[in-house]
């Protein structure tokens, strides 16, 4: 996985190395700032991961109390809400304020200029410098489209929305679309496109390069141009265009939910987590978009473990390059996510049978609450991406408009102590991010089955499934990496 926690020689550092060493030898304390940590977690459910490295690393930090005393702190989430009245559970996400107001619409405005913006960053990818470090097309693709907008859009709702490339423009024509999508189809032409993009993010040769990335892009343009007026854009948004149906249900997660009903503006606020809860129930076709999120952005980070390169035959010191291990990416990928769709199906029948209920269908509903693992593990992953190279996106906007360029620093990579706090940042969103999965879980089921202890012997084999998870993201976050 690719790491925070990956600065040049700071595992080469013998002073660093020293110093870590009489940390661990204090096990005390650090099982100490363990319990901090399960103490923490449990009373601030939230979000979760990170990014890459030349040679093989090894973090030389006390992890293993972390790694327990997180899936303690989950599996402790789990015995409290079962014995917690589901009023009390009810009323924790249940909307705090809500405001209506006549707002009107600017949607086609702010689109617009989204496309103006994108347009501009493909010109730049075509024509401008072939380093992916100064080319503001892969920086603001990775380090802000991928990186950070879908954490802000996890504080304030579906952004996306107001400044995607396509709406204004098809709004403008007015296209309604010819066609009409199979509802049989569900959010199947997402979940493939997604799988398509996973794929060129983890497994293709070159997916920073700056031309490369405009051509694709460019491509994903006129196509979702095409089909958007085919069926219709509001039909495609809904259940093809595979960044508006992600953007849209990370911002389910959100505190603040906006909502247009004819031409009033209604804006609620609560827990975080409460939109997944009030919204509108997915389907399995949307079950398995939401795992396949998860899944690749699991297996970015397992990828680069030892476990897997040495399963695919690869020596972590010796790593070939991305072109030499194309097709076992490509398996494990999909694998990756077969495995854990597998495994969360076979929970939610495993759950079904428990409470023998066989007439209320869960897996829509419970894969919502998968949402703030996906998260989760989406933000820790890229943790040091978004505080190295949003110095770079930075450095870039401040050339092109002529300002004073701010000096980009990795100093904090090389610093046991800046190290640490980074890793008690991503270690603890992976637990939190969990709690909060646990605990939406645990109301989703009660939603629909007003007996508690039904809801309990419901939700058991997922909260297992999520702790299970738990471990493994932490140990994930930890592995050594060799790519």
């Avoid at 470090?133 to 991928?146: I, R, S």
């Avoid at 247009?260 to 399995?284: Q, S």
């Avoid at 890793?423 to 939603?447: D, E, F, K, N």
Wanted: with cysteine.
């Amino acid at each position: 996985m690719n790491k925070a926690l990956t600065g040049q020689g700071f595992v080469r550092d013998v002073a660093h190395h020293n110093e870590i060493k009489a940390k661990r030898q204090d096990g005390m304390g650090a099982f100490l700032r363990g319990c901090a940590l399960f103490v923490i977690t449990l009373a601030l459910p939230a979000q979760a991961f990170a990014h890459a490295s030349d040679s093989g690393i090894r973090l030389l930090l006390p992890t293993g109390y972390y790694l327990v005393g997180g899936t303690l702190a989950v599996a402790a989430t789990v015995l409290i809400a079962a014995i917690m009245p589901a009023r009390w559970v009810n009323a924790l996400f249940r909307p705090c304020a809500a405001w209506k107001l006549a707002v009107p619409r600017i949607e086609v405005i702010t689109s617009l200029a989204g496309a103006v913006i994108v347009m501009a960053l493909i010109h730049t990818g075509f024509y401008g410098t072939h380093d992916p470090l100064e080319n503001a097309l892969p920086l603001t693709v990775w380090t802000f489209w991928w990186v950070a907008l879908p954490l802000l859009c996890a504080i304030f709702g579906n952004l996306w929305a107001l400044i995607n490339p396509w709406s204004g423009i098809l709004n403008l024509i007015g296209s309604r679309g010819f066609l009409k999508l199979p509802k049989t189809i569900g959010y199947i032409p997402a979940t493939l496109l997604f799988l398509g993009f996973g794929w060129f993010e983890l497994v293709s040769l070159s997916p920073e390069d700056p031309e490369g990335l405009a051509w694709v892009i460019s491509a994903y343009i006129v196509f979702t141009f095409v089909a958007g007026a085919v069926f219709g854009w509001e039909e495609w948004s809904q259940r093809g265009e595979c960044f508006s149906v992600f953007f849209r249900f990370i911002a389910r997660l959100a505190p603040i939910q906006i909502s247009r009903e004819k031409g009033i503006v209604i804006t609620r606020i609560g827990f975080p987590g409460f939109g997944v809860l009030h919204g509108p129930v997915i389907t399995i076709s949307g079950a398995l978009f939401i795992l396949l999120a998860l899944a690749t952005v699991s297996f970015d980070g397992l990828s680069k473990t030892f476990p897997w390169l040495g399963l695919i035959g690869v020596n972590p010191l010796e790593f070939p390059g991305r072109s030499g291990v194309v097709l076992p990416n490509t398996v494990g990928l999909v694998g990756a996510w077969t495995v854990l769709a597998g495994a969360f199906f076979i929970c939610v029948m495993a759950g079904r049978w428990f409470a023998r209920e066989s007439d209320v269908p869960m897996a829509g509903r419970l894969a919502l609450t998968i949402l703030p693992i996906s998260l989760a593990y989406h933000v820790s992953h890229y943790l040091t991406a978004l505080l190295v190279n949003g110095q770079y996106l930075r450095a870039t906007l401040q050339r092109a408009l002529a300002l004073e360029e701010t000096e980009v620093t990795t100093s904090f990579l090389n610093t046991i102590n800046d190290v640490e706090h980074i890793w008690q940042v991503q270690s603890g969103a992976i637990v939190l991010g969990h709690i909060l999965a646990v605990l939406l879980a645990h109301a989703s089921i009660l939603a629909v089955t007003e007996n508690a202890h039904t809801a309990t012997k419901r939700g058991t084999p997922l909260a297992v499934l999520m702790v299970a998870y738990t471990a493994f993201g932490l140990w994930l976050l930890a592995a050594p990496t060799g790519a």
